[in-house]
């Protein structure tokens, strides 16, 4: 199947640790998007790839960190320096920036 | 600054209405505009994309129209059903995609 997976769908984090989320697409898209989803906000950027080995920041970077070294791949690592990490968040990718974005089932991420 | 605002922020009608659900927005340059579903905690799906020259969009119940001139869509949904009951998500492209709080829709039998 086609698609854009995150992976895991629940994550439960210490404070202070450092955490990996995952998000795979094989729709063979340049860009990639991970956004973080709070009650009663919309969508906020948090980076985005437009290219391998090329991400810039979005609207609310600070506390994260991503990587592009594959086409299919942004992980997003969630550092302790982010003071609200508690969220959900969704990754997303598209033929390029500004164009149809497909969506991942998202992640919730819970610091305990 | 580039703003997509949503109304009414959550709606609750029964099973078999109609209802519309509004979209304003102040964004540009204005590139298409989007109406995407959220079920509760999954990630959104999208419904419909209309580009400036579209007035309306039909996607088997749904229905969305987009005035340009006014910036304003509305995506009207036909004898709902349980399953509509979720968020929907109005999204504005320019050079990055602008993402409206979205409306919260509960379907009662």
């Known amino acids: 199947d086609g698609g854009i997976t995150q992976s895991p769908k629940y994550l439960f984090r210490k404070e202070g640790q450092n955490v990996t989320l995952s998000c795979e697409q094989n729709?063979?898209?340049?860009?990639m998007y991970w956004y973080r989803q709070d009650p009663g906000q919309g969508l906020r950027l948090i980076y985005y790839?437009?290219?391998?080995?090329?991400?810039q920041k979005g609207d609310i970077a600070e506390g994260y960190s991503v990587s592009r070294e594959k086409k299919e791949s942004f992980p997003l690592t969630v550092t302790s320096a982010q003071k609200n990490p508690t969220a959900f968040y969704l990754c997303?990718?598209?033929?390029?920036?500004?164009?149809?974005?497909?969506f991942g089932q998202g992640t919730r991420l819970t610091v305990v | 600054k580039n703003q997509v605002e949503q109304s009414p922020q959550s709606l609750i009608i029964l099973e078999g209405k109609n209802c519309t659900l509004q979209?304003?927005?102040?964004?540009?340059?204005?590139?298409?505009l989007r109406w995407y579903k959220q079920d509760t905690g999954r990630g959104p799906v999208s419904l419909t994309i209309?580009?400036?020259?579209?007035n309306t969009k039909s996607n088997g119940r749904y229905t969305a129209t987009l005035d340009a001139d006014t910036k304003q869509s509305s995506l009207h949904i036909t004898a709902s059903q349980l399953s509509d009951s979720a968020s929907y998500i109005c999204?504005?492209?320019?050079?990055?995609?602008?993402f409206g709080t979205g409306t919260r829709l509960q379907v009662f039998p």
């Open positions: 979209c304003n927005y102040t964004v540009s340059p204005f590139s298409n």
């Open positions: 790839s437009q290219i391998v080995n090329d991400f």
């Open positions: 999204v504005v492209s320019a050079d990055k995609l602008i």
């Open positions: 729709l063979n898209h340049d860009a």
């Open positions: 209309m580009t400036f020259s579209e």
């Open positions: 997303a990718s598209s033929i390029s920036r500004g164009h149809e974005a497909f």
